[in-house]
């Protein structure tokens, strides 16, 4: 079965700060879709990346999916307190979407 | 569009009780996800259904753990004795035809069975 492992597990910056979290698979992605967590509340769908070397942008967002298409990289840049949560990755296996653990974001004003 | 509505918000009940939780999904998705979440085990999908007809319900616990869809814009999530191992917090999500993957959560149901 598909396995998604991420690092950092969890991360504290300060604002204004660039960071990257990673999501790295024992398999060949044929797609990887970033998702976003705050606490309490479900989550909500960021970007979803397809072809080896796809870069996507949202906002100060950017997510790439590598050659090899077994690992995937989300970079903030100017990360603001907005942007604290959970980041999770997620990869199609059979008919379900296999999450990764997560990375937990802190960004301190 | 009002997102994928979920109820209740917040359930506590005894062990034994049984449990029902509710969603509503996006009107024109058809496909509709139940998700549970915990700490120990991160994000596990429950049961998953496609026009309404259940299609993985492999995630789904045990026999205490049922769920129906009787239609496009309802389903529920049916626990039959609780225990307090179900504590947790539970998502249903939605999704567009041909964009399973892409999937739109409702704010979940946390669960507390003591």
């Known amino acids: 079965s598909q396995e998604l492992e991420q690092s950092p597990q969890s991360l504290i910056v300060q604002e204004g700060k660039n960071l990257t979290i990673n999501c790295t698979s024992s398999?060949?992605?044929?797609?990887l879709y970033w998702y976003k967590q705050k606490y309490g509340e479900g989550l909500i769908f960021l970007m979803m990346?397809?072809?080896?070397?796809e870069e996507k942008s949202h906002e100060k967002i950017t997510a790439k999916l590598d050659e090899k298409k077994q690992q995937s990289s989300l970079h903030i840049t100017a990360s603001q307190p907005s942007h604290a949560g959970i980041y999770l990755c997620?990869?199609?296996?059979?008919?379900?979407?296999?999450f990764g653990e997560g990375t937990q974001l802190t960004v301190n004003p | 569009d009002a997102g994928v509505i979920q109820s209740p918000r917040h359930e506590v009940t005894e062990m034994g009780q049984e449990v029902t939780l509710r969603c509503k999904p996006i009107s024109g998705h058809n496909s509709l996800f139940w998700y549970r979440q915990t700490m120990m085990r991160g994000l596990e999908l429950l049961i998953y259904f496609n026009n309404n007809v259940p299609i993985d319900d492999s995630g789904m616990p045990e026999d205490r753990f049922s769920a129906k869809m009787p239609n496009a814009s309802f389903s529920t999530l049916k626990i039959q004795p609780s225990e307090p191992r179900d504590s947790a917090v539970y998502f249903c999500?939605?999704?567009?035809?041909?964009?399973?993957?892409?999937?739109?959560f409702g704010p979940g149901t946390r669960l507390t069975v003591t």
């Open positions: 398999k060949t992605l044929y797609g």
């Open positions: 997620g990869a199609p296996s059979g008919s379900r979407l296999t």
């Open positions: 990346l397809q072809k080896g070397g």
């Open positions: 999500a939605s999704s567009r035809p041909l964009a399973s993957y892409e999937q739109y």
